[in-house]
């Protein structure tokens, strides 16, 4: 692999890549006895899409975690924007500016398409509450304000026509999509992405993988993402970090961990004809 | 209009107006289920605290004083002034939020992703341990609690009526402020979790809490908040109460009169509180009107648990309460 320069790289389509924005150093997550992530270290820079792959328990999800504050790594250090992170609750790193989708969609199934969006604003009203009661003043500037950021989500992601339905009604492809409306409305410098294609058909897949793309060109979003499909990953991402049996075997572009022998025996190697 | 009929008309407003004192209880109980999916026995007790407590900071007295008398051989039982009601209420409110930082810091935040039967013993398990702290710091005496509230028959209503039909209803003009307040309360309420941040992070958390958490919202700081709206909501039904009946031990078991207007209402409904609330009292007060006699009377002791029940056979989840639908 390259060694890349500090102030960022081209790449081979020729956007420009900035900075590190996230570091991950000597990560290691236990649960009691089980390794799940074993002295991983890796980067995500700013503007990049970055893919995490591997098979099965690899560790990728519980990786998604430690960035997203869910677990807490036994040992290692993250850097967010340049300073070490110290410890802290999910939501305090949502308030941060890194928002995240689920594996198996986490979403307000109670509530309509669009106040599922607006709850991805609630760190942006900070007017007092018995103006938010009233919605006058300063609560009803934000709200304005709020309310452009998620209709521009909603009009980009293609959901007008159902933003008034309850999430529980929606086809599992559109939730999917919704989650990931809601992620956009906050703004986030670095999204996180956990198997946004897993159980989606090839049309859906090709969609979402649009989507993918434009969010990262439109808004300059960073992108750092889970998937299982191969083809789809490579398509995507800039880089990519390849794990096995909560280690790192593997981080380049996608052409390098093609060809990475170790890749390739853990896990591209396997036959599918 | 035969008598029997205006008699009726009678009879169906004060059952109207026992109905909004039920609700008020019942909406405690939908509040927290709503947002944490605990079905907290406990609010009853929290009724009686808040009146106890109330009634305590009124009249200056030294809580704990019998703890306080008995370990160093004093006798102080007043601090000597009185307090009016609306700081007194002030007061109290502070209690109750300090009383749901506790119930969240030394019991709910532990049980975190337990099954909701551990969590609802937990709630009983409160209920008791708040029933002997309330008894320990006021005192278990019966007390009279008096902020003033407009009590006694309703003479305007009496004299209209009167006119009207020769004969004048007996209406209480405190059960015309606990129905005014309770509609305040409700009105409160629904813009507070529809309109505010904070009440659109309580039904998130509500609704699915990783995703609560991955947006950005603190679930302790959700489940305090929760805690102190019921512990508000107990506070405005323990001063109606204890307005009515005295402040008392018996306070603690209308959360058991609670429970059918809940059954009828749904439990996760807040307008099917307030319904279940006005069905079961006019429905108690009617039956004892109409059928009573027959039965040798006494039917307001169980008629709201049958129609409960009848309401469990047909529809489960309430007239209001969510449906549950689940893909198979």
Do not use: C
Not at chain 1, 48 to 71: D, H, W
Not at chain 1, 96 to 117: C, H, K, P
Not at chain 1, 188 to 200: I, Q, V
Not at chain 2, 87 to 109: D, E, P, Y
């Amino acid at each position: 692999m390259n060694a890349l320069s500090p102030e960022g790289y081209v790449t081979a389509d020729g956007r420009k890549i900035g900075g590190q924005l996230m570091e991950m150093k000597n990560i290691t997550l236990r649960f009691g006895g089980v390794k799940a992530i074993t002295d991983i270290s890796f980067d995500i820079r700013e503007g990049e899409i970055r893919a995490i792959i591997g098979p099965n328990g690899a560790g990728k999800s519980s990786m998604l975690n430690v960035i997203s504050g869910f677990y807490v790594p036994q040992e290692g250090e993250v850097w967010f924007r340049g300073a070490r992170r110290p410890q802290m609750k999910p939501y305090e790193v949502a308030q941060q500016g890194i928002a995240r989708t689920f594996q198996n969609i986490a979403l307000f199934e109670g509530m309509s398409v669009l106040d599922n969006v607006m709850t991805g604003r609630l760190n942006n009203m900070n007017a007092n509450i018995f103006s938010q009661a009233i919605w006058k003043g300063r609560a009803e500037r934000e709200e304005v304000l709020n309310r452009e950021v998620v209709e521009k989500v909603i009009d980009f992601l293609e959901i007008q026509s159902i933003r008034k339905t309850p999430v529980a009604r929606l086809p599992y492809g559109l939730k999917k999509r919704v989650e990931l409306a809601r992620a956009l409305a906050a703004e986030p410098k670095l999204l996180l992405l956990d198997e946004p294609m897993a159980g989606m058909n090839v049309e859906e897949k090709e969609d979402m993988s649009r989507f993918i793309l434009d969010v990262n060109d439109e808004f300059g979003t960073t992108i750092a993402l889970i998937e299982h499909d191969m083809g789809v990953v490579m398509d995507l991402s800039d880089r990519v970090v390849v794990m096995d049996y909560g280690k790192k075997i593997g981080d380049g572009t996608p052409d390098e961990v093609r060809n990475n022998q170790d890749v390739i025996d853990a896990y591209l190697g396997v036959s599918h004809d | 209009m035969s008598d029997t009929f205006i008699y009726a008309i009678e009879v169906f407003i004060n059952g109207l107006m026992a109905g909004v004192l039920y609700a008020l209880v019942a909406l405690g109980f939908v509040l927290i289920y709503k947002a944490s999916g605990i079905f907290n026995y406990a609010q009853g007790v929290m009724a009686l605290f808040a009146a106890m407590t109330l009634v305590g900071i009124m009249e200056g007295q030294v809580p704990f004083s019998h703890l306080i008398n008995a370990t160093f051989g004093t006798s102080i039982h007043h601090f000597g002034w009185h307090v009016p009601a609306v700081l007194a209420i002030i007061f109290t409110m502070g209690v109750m939020i300090l009383l749901a930082w506790a119930v969240n810091h030394f019991i709910m935040r532990h049980l975190v992703n337990q099954e909701p039967i551990i969590l609802f013993m937990a709630t009983i398990g409160l209920a008791y341990f708040m029933e002997g702290f309330g008894d320990l710091m006021w005192g278990a005496d019966i007390k009279k609690l008096d902020i003033g509230l407009p009590q006694g028959l309703n003479t305007w209503i009496d004299d209209t009526t009167y006119q009207a039909f020769g004969y004048g209803f007996f209406i209480d003009n405190l059960d015309i402020v606990a129905a005014i307040v309770a509609a305040l309360l409700v009105t409160v309420l629904v813009i507070f979790s529809q309109y505010t941040k904070q009440g659109r992070a309580m039904r998130a958390v509500a609704d699915d809490h990783q995703a609560a958490l991955s947006v950005g919202v603190s679930l302790n700081f959700i489940w305090v908040m929760v805690w102190s709206v019921a512990g508000f909501v107990a506070l405005v039904a323990g001063i109606m109460w204890g307005a009515k009946s005295g402040v008392q031990f018996s306070l603690s078991l209308i959360a058991l009169k609670a429970l059918p207007v809940l059954m009828l209402g749904g439990f996760t409904s807040i307008p099917g509180a307030i319904v279940g609330g006005l069905i079961i009292g006019v429905g108690e007060k009617l039956f004892e009107f109409f059928v009573g006699p027959m039965l040798g009377g006494a039917t307001e002791n169980w008629f709201a648990y049958v129609l409960a029940l009848i309401f469990l056979v047909f529809r489960p989840q309430g007239l209001f309460g969510e449906k549950i639908i689940e893909r198979v």
